[in-house]
């Protein structure tokens, strides 16, 4: 919601213009209009002095000849015309001796114009007025005076079309500027949807990025998204921090456990070891017992032995320090991966594809987040995708500020991976771990269009600098 104390600067933008154009027409349909009525007063003046000039020749009608009398009254193309008056002269038998009546000049247009005007508006009929001319010693002539209202329609019709002919220019014009003067002021919308559209893909650097709006509206708009870019950075940051909490007392918990699974029942195991020692001492005379002796000795060191895996699996990078190198996660890897052939008793054949310098190093966190997502991933597979082959890839060739994570095997696939997420741990698991380095877990089918379409688990893990 835009803040009332501001005033709105894209009505002002669009309309600008606009309003220019709309009084540009009116005033052109106003000079229109007075240029029309010069005319029509310049009209109406020479028509009337036609007319009087006309009486005062019929005035003079008994002093001339007939040819002379017709000759005066006809119509002379340098003459005034009669404005909407027709003027006529018959003699005494009827015949037409003048009809002082100016041709029509005007288009198709506007006599269709007037043609319809007469169909829709007839108007009342307008007698004619007639007089007789005396002639001396012969029969009197007749004239006719005659209105004529298509003249009329006609000049109307004229000065309609031409008023409407402004009025449609002024119009397109408008709605050109209108148009132009909408593209230029939305025209930042464009990059501004492109950095939403980037917003939602999860780059929150669009909004902080994005630059300052050349209306108040929309910059009311972009700095409401730069407040949420900011806020959202702050959120994922705060979020992220809070997933290496949450991993760091998982891995504390896991400490804890390993110690007390060291110092208790490791103390423990040993003494039973060393009683079935002294038990196997005391009774060699008795052959009897000696087997079960044996087995208990035997299964004290089979518990120690699945201990000692325990514990290794609650800390893989005990004692490694703070920097990890490669060659050690990729051991690490390898004996994950190895625990799992043998505990498959060969079905699941695991491969391991590390394409990275051996000496390099990466941070504790990281590394057992890596050893993490494997470990999880590897179980998911063994469990639920009934596969027969599995391929963990870890690629950091260049040791940039990314490193490249996957897990793929042969199984039966994964229809609904956002219903895997909601349901379970163990991907959410992975997810978690990999969005607290900046990446994002990708769930996609490792042969798709096949009968088994296995699936494909990888990110892209930041790398912290050193």
Not at 80 to 105: I, N
Not at 368 to 396: F, G, K
Not at 438 to 456: E, F, H, K, N, V
Request: charged content about 25%.
């Amino acid at each position: 919601m835009s803040d009332p104390r501001v005033p709105l600067d894209l009505p002002r933008r669009v309309m600008r213009r606009a309003l220019a154009v709309a009084a540009i027409t009116v005033l052109a349909a106003l000079a229109l209009g007075l240029a029309r009525t010069n005319a029509d007063i310049d009209s109406e003046v020479n028509a009337a002095v036609s007319l009087a000039a006309t009486m005062e020749r019929l005035s003079r009608a008994g002093e001339l000849s007939d040819a002379q009398l017709v000759a005066l009254l006809a119509w002379r193309g340098e003459e005034t015309p009669l404005r909407h008056l027709s003027l006529s002269l018959r003699d005494a038998t009827g015949r037409l001796l003048v009809g002082r009546l100016p041709p029509s000049s005007a288009s198709p247009m506007i006599e269709r114009l007037v043609d319809w005007h007469r169909r829709w508006r007839p108007g009342a009929a307008i007698e004619p007025v007639t007089w007789t001319l005396e002639r001396p010693g012969k029969p009197p002539w007749i004239l006719t005076l005659a209105a004529q209202p298509d003249s009329e329609r006609r000049e109307a019709a004229i000065y309609l079309a031409s008023l409407l002919g402004v009025l449609l220019a002024g119009l397109v014009v408008m709605m050109v500027v209108m148009g132009w003067n909408v593209r230029s002021a939305f025209r930042p919308l464009q990059g501004m949807l492109a950095a939403i559209g980037r917003i939602q893909a999860g780059d929150t650097a669009a909004a902080r990025a994005m630059p300052t709006m050349p209306i108040g509206e929309l910059e009311q708009i972009a700095a409401a998204l730069r407040s949420l870019g900011a806020a959202l950075d702050a959120a994922q940051a705060e979020r992220r921090l809070l997933g290496h909490k949450v991993q760091s007392l998982q891995e504390e918990e896991r400490m804890r456990l390993a110690r007390e699974l060291h110092d208790e029942f490791g103390q423990r195991l040993t003494a039973i070891r060393v009683d079935a020692a002294w038990l196997a001492q005391r009774l060699k005379d008795l052959p009897d017992v000696q087997p079960v002796v044996q087995g208990m000795s035997e299964q004290c060191a089979a518990i120690q032995s699945d201990v000692r895996n325990l514990l290794a699996r609650l800390q893989p990078l005990a004692g490694a320090g703070e920097a990890i190198t490669v060659a050690t996660l990729a051991e690490l890897l390898g004996g994950l991966a190895d625990g799992w052939r043998r505990s498959a008793s060969g079905a699941l054949r695991v491969h391991l594809d590390i394409d990275a310098p051996a000496q390099r190093t990466l941070p504790h966190d990281l590394a057992l987040a890596l050893y993490r997502i494997s470990q999880e991933a590897l179980t998911n597979v063994a469990r639920h995708a009934q596969a027969s082959e599995v391929r963990l890839s870890l690629r950091w060739p260049d040791g940039g500020d990314a490193i490249e994570w996957s897990v793929a095997d042969d199984g039966i696939g994964l229809p609904d991976g956002d219903a895997a997420l909601r349901r379970g741990n163990g991907l959410a698991g992975i997810k978690e771990r990999v969005w607290a380095f900046g990446g994002d877990l990708s769930l996609r089918a490792a042969r798709p269009g096949s009968g088994r379409p296995g699936l494909r688990l990888s990110a892209v893990l930041g790398v912290p600098p050193a």
